[in-house]
């Protein structure tokens, strides 16, 4: 049976007090939330609050790192600042906020994967591109950055559609499917067999219990990385009943 893992990606959506009262809510239903393949993604100041306040055993990820690990980097986080399982990579509104490049997202994935950490690297097209027909160029441009070889890591890609972060329109199930297979056909061209069994696809955009039973009849989807819906406790909650991890 697949094993589906729930990304949460809280982005700055909760301040320390908000994070800590999350997790109290979380500690309180454990029976729901224990054990299951979870892994939150809380801003940098609050993931050392997160981990302490946790009773149950859940995965901690960080939103990004640097790509250098020391030095004199003011205002920026090395991903061996503190112990976490996993780093969202490429995320959207990195590459469209901060202007961060195809080289910029290399450099922090090849930081990644020399850590103890692994990476979901996030890709999808802007709706520009989608209706130009460039998707599938803009996803294996963005694939272009994957190392030769991935020396027993796990790697994550998430497929976010750009046009499907926080707009509430979710890409009907056929188009993830070609995207996702797009996607798996590119992977199988660059990797063993070994590196396949450790690559996870997720789907992220719009994710919230009330599609959630629908996209999972994707079976290319490994996983989802959810924002917004992820960082209500009723909403996660609802969408955590609903996968049955
Ligand atoms: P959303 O965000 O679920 O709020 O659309 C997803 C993401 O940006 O990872």
Redesign the pocket.
């Known amino acids: 049976m697949r094993k589906i893992t729930l ?1 949460a ?1 809280w ?1 700055m959506y909760l301040d320390e007090s908000n994070s800590i009262s999350f997790i109290h809510k979380l500690n309180a239903d454990k029976d729901l939330f224990s054990d299951k393949d979870i892994i939150l993604f809380p801003s940098h100041a609050c993931i050392r609050a997160v981990k302490d306040h946790l009773d149950i055993s859940l995965k901690i990820g960080m939103q990004d790192c640097d790509m250098h690990t020391q030095g004199a980097y003011t205002g920026s986080t090395s991903i061996n600042s503190i112990d976490i399982d996993s780093c ?1 990579v490429g ?3 990195r590459r469209i906020v901060y202007k961060e490049t195809n080289s910029i997202i290399s450099d922090k994935l090849n930081t990644i994967l020399s850590s103890n950490a692994n990476p979901i690297l ?1 890709i999808g097209e802007t709706l520009k591109e989608k209706n130009e027909n460039l998707a599938i160029s803009v996803l294996d441009k963005q694939l272009s950055i994957l190392p030769q070889d991935l020396d027993g890591k796990q790697l994550t890609i ?1 497929y ?1 559609p750009v046009w ?4 509430g329109d979710v890409p009907s199930n056929e188009y993830i499917n070609e995207m996702l297979s797009s996607i798996k056909n590119r992977l199988k061209s660059l990797y063993s067999d070994t590196d396949l069994h450790n690559i996870k696809l997720f789907y ?5 219990a009330s599609n959630i039973e629908e996209l999972l009849s994707v079976k290319l989807i490994d996983g989802f ?6 960082a209500n406790f009723e909403k996660f909650k609802e969408i955590v009943r609903k996968i049955k991890l």
């Open positions: 990304a990606n982005k969202i995320h959207s509104e996030c998430a976010e499907a972060i926080g707009s992220g955009g719009s994710v919230d990385l959810v924002g917004s819906a992820s």
